[in-house]
């Protein structure tokens, strides 16, 4: 299973200081070192981390694939795609959230977008909730634009529910509030969330889809996540700089692609 490292919180702490430190950049060749699969970054319309030059560096100078993720926003596509990534990733987008928190709405409203994307030769991938409606959509757009179109599924629901069950998360200011159940209901929603990760996974890979995953994902709960074959790829960023405060960045990424191996 590949692991794409996502560096967006290394330019968010350096925009919390408002100086050129620590920059992305440097982490370029310590992920490819430690064996990162890509480069993952996400430019958002309010550039609160990774912003236009950035992209232009990391594209420069990055010698593995960069999937960029973005909104569906003409003005960021168009800079984005005269910088050819080799991925661009679609996903819905808030000024006010924290971290995306949902998948994206699929359907027609697409179509001009993704034959934009397929025009200037880079493959797409569309951030979706885990759900088979969303997934036949998905076929049917893939079919409209004859190419290949991958999907990335949202895990933020099973990490929440992991943290909130084998973590003590729910003892700290960040509880969960939707999720303040017994262990034991927690438990089966876990369960059942993964399986359904599973169950979808099958399906999108039967329908001829390529398979990613990420949000939210760790050292201890994406364990379960690489038993489900059908997905090829995660693409894993807060969990992996948080941990590299305390062991370094090489490390950090090591430690993880160690799990996916």
């Not at 692991?3 to 100086?19: P, W």
């Not at 890509?38 to 010698?63: A, G, K, Y």
């Not at 759900?131 to 949202?154: G, P, R, T, Y």
Request: charged letters at 25%; proline letters at 2%.
């Amino acid at each position: 299973m590949r692991l794409g490292v996502n560096i967006d919180h290394i330019a968010y702490l350096r925009e919390v200081r408002k100086i050129n430190d620590p920059d992305p950049i440097n982490a370029l060749h310590i992920a490819k070192l430690a064996g990162a699969s890509q480069i993952t970054i996400h430019l958002r319309e309010d550039r609160r981390h990774i912003h236009d030059r950035d992209v232009e560096n990391i594209m420069r100078l990055s010698q593995i694939p960069v999937n960029i993720e973005c909104a569906n926003e003409k003005s960021i596509l168009d800079f984005i795609c005269s910088k050819k990534p080799s991925r661009i990733t679609l996903v819905p987008e808030k000024r006010e959230e924290v971290t995306t928190e949902g998948g994206l709405l699929v359907g027609n409203h697409l179509l001009q977008t993704l034959d934009f994307i397929k025009n200037n030769d880079i493959e797409v991938a569309l951030f979706i909730d885990p759900n088979k409606a969303v997934i036949e959509e998905v076929v049917k757009l893939s079919e409209q634009i004859q190419s290949d179109i991958a999907l990335e599924l949202h895990t933020g629901r099973y990490a929440n529910l992991y943290l909130m069950t084998y973590s003590n998360l729910s003892l700290t200011q960040h509880s969960i509030t939707e999720f303040e159940l017994s262990k034991s209901e927690l438990r089966d929603k876990v369960k059942d969330e993964l399986e359904n990760l599973r169950v979808i996974s099958s399906f999108a890979k039967s329908a001829g889809l390529h398979v990613f995953a990420g949000h939210g994902l760790d050292y201890n709960n994406v364990l379960d996540i690489v038993g489900i074959s059908d997905i090829e790829e995660l693409n894993i960023g807060q969990s992996i700089i948080a941990r590299a405060i305390f062991v370094g960045l090489e490390r950090a990424i090591r430690d993880m692609v160690a799990l996916l191996h």
